[in-house]
């Protein structure tokens, strides 16, 4: 056969790929790969093999062609096909020797190279080293050794910043704490014409900077634009309606405490891209926040009917009794998301979540320090521990996890407003004000209802410090927020009654009663404020 036939055969076997016709693919390349024993031809059998699932015949072609130990693609292939056949140790030894330190610079693959291939497209391609350490990465995780998988992932990226999948397993799975993501973010190296690239991975982080900093983000890439057609033409397109843009914008509404803003995107978002995981996601905990029980319902019914082996199809199942107040259910579900996928964040949260709704601190405990040890770098198991400490009123304990909390996430507002709260229980009155401002401080976007029992608490803090007018002012700003606190208007009510302004404690205690009509603690301060106030028109007439 002449040269010309052998390439038209290479063409056919690229079509049949294309096309998805793999046996089709294989028969040919086996031809070719038998007629010239090159070995990109060899290669292109194996890839064809590999992608019609032929894993164990891929895998001996790549050994038998001797080739594998001297080329990096080669063996990358093999180790590949070792992957799916979850032969995990085979897959590290395929990789070679190589170590990684705790930057995620690589020493050990340097030697090798790409030797036989057609490097014509290398510009435009993933950096074989990176596809390595990623695999790696993934072989580490499988065997349950994360902290060698997170240091292989940092690699990858490091490696290739296009290498995706290994910074969405970096942050997806919580591997690094909030300081780590942004450092590992600037050490990167982008092509200029990437500077883009860079802008989208820091919106993926977690997204804790000040309002201003995050929106002029998201405004930057919505303007990235690309002109298609001819030169006088004026099509431009842009990425202000891409779907991972707007998962991405919503996850940081959700963030924020605003949740109908966020349910109104990720509704948005769904009608036109359905299957969007990321925004499903998003999509439930927004509505669950705002106890929209019956839309959990249908979106759990549609993910188990679509997804029946994905943890978030169970873990909405989860969600909707979670909502409904049926923790026996929920913790059933949740359960089963986490048996499905056991490296699923969310899952396990809602376990502890389930437990700790009916008391039962101690499996919510094993379910929180489960998450904390299997994402370290999530700071919510860990304050869910502390939580659960303050609830049985193990304030020092309590204050320990939320330190270490605080310095996973040192940006998060809840974790300040917990110790502050630790600080009021143990009297540390000074102490509760220092970390309720903290609180306040922290929060990178406007005051939602979220924050109102911050500012209530702050309130409270400073009246015990007699600092009267003060806490007012918060109660005032706390009322603003939520006009439908018992404990705003108690806390208002009483401080009056303390400054002895017995008509304004008067006109708060009846609207505090008004929430809760048997309230004790309202009822007999409006009594006394009462007596007060008439014991004082006595003395005026006198």
């Known amino acids: 056969m002449r040269e010309e036939g052998v390439e038209k055969l290479r063409g056919v076997v690229r079509d049949c790929v294309s096309k998805h016709l793999y046996s089709s693919a294989i028969f040919f390349a086996d031809k070719v790969a038998a007629l010239t024993s090159d070995p990109t031809d060899i290669y292109m059998l194996a890839q064809a093999l590999f992608l019609g699932r032929h894993f164990r015949r891929a895998l001996h072609l790549l050994n038998s062609s001797r080739i594998v130990l001297r080329d990096l693609r080669f063996r990358y292939l093999a180790a590949k096909c070792l992957e799916e056949l979850k032969e995990w140790h085979q897959c590290l030894v395929m990789l070679g020797d190589a170590k990684v330190d705790e930057a995620g610079n690589v020493d050990g693959l340097k030697g090798c190279e790409a030797m036989y291939l057609d490097k014509d497209g290398e ?115 842009t990425l202000k309606n891409n779907s991972d843009l707007l998962a991405c914008k919503a996850e940081y509404y959700h963030q924020c405490g605003e949740y109908q803003k966020c349910l109104e995107l990720t509704s948005m978002l769904l009608e036109r891209d359905p299957f969007h995981m990321k925004c499903t996601l998003v999509h439930l905990a927004a509505t669950m926040e705002l106890g929209r029980s019956n839309e959990l319902y249908l979106m759990a019914c549609n993910l188990v009917r679509d997804y029946p082996q994905k943890a978030l199809s169970w873990f909405a199942v989860g969600c909707y009794y979670y909502c409904i107040k049926k923790y026996d259910q929920a913790r059933r579900y949740f359960g089963k998301a986490t048996n499905l996928d056991g490296t699923f964040p969310p899952a396990w949260i809602g376990f502890g979540n389930a437990y700790a709704a009916q008391e039962e601190s101690d499996q919510a405990m094993a379910a929180f320090r489960t998450g904390a040890r299997l994402f370290p770098g999530c700071h919510l198991p860990t304050l869910y521990i502390g939580m659960e400490c303050m609830r049985t009123h193990n304030f020092k304990l309590a204050e320990q996890f939320f330190m270490q909390a605080k310095s996973i996430c040192p940006s998060d507002p809840l974790v300040y407003n917990e110790l502050g709260v630790v600080a009021y229980h143990t009297k540390e009155y000074q102490k509760a004000v220092r970390w309720f401002e903290k609180t306040l401080a922290s929060i990178s976007y406007s005051l939602s209802e979220m924050w109102e029992p911050t500012l209530v608490n702050f309130a409270h803090a400073l009246r015990k410090l007699k600092m009267y007018r003060e806490a007012i002012s918060y109660y005032e700003k706390a009322l603003a927020l939520s006009t439908r606190s018992l404990s705003t208007y108690a806390g208002l009510a009483y401080t009056y009654h303390l400054q002895d302004d017995f008509n304004s404690a008067i006109t708060y205690y009846h609207k505090a009663l008004w929430l809760k009509p048997d309230d004790q603690f309202c009822t007999e301060m409006l009594t006394l404020a009462l007596e007060d106030e008439c014991y004082r028109g006595t003395d005026l007439r006198k």
């Open 123 to 237: 510009d435009h391609e993933i950096n074989i080293i990176s596809a390595i350490c990623f695999l790696r990465g993934k072989a580490y995780e499988a065997l349950e050794n994360r902290a060698q998988a997170r240091l292989w992932y940092k690699a990858a990226v490091k490696a290739d910043p296009l290498c995706y999948e290994a910074l969405e397993c970096l942050v997806e799975n919580y591997m690094l704490t909030c300081e780590e993501e942004t450092s590992l973010i600037s050490a990167l190296q982008f092509a200029p014409e990437d500077s883009w690239l860079s802008t989208f991975y820091s919106c993926l982080i977690k997204k804790y900077e000040k309002e201003n900093v995050v929106e002029s983000k998201f405004a930057e890439l919505e303007k990235e634009s690309c002109h298609i057609g001819p030169p006088d033409s004026s099509s431009t397109h």
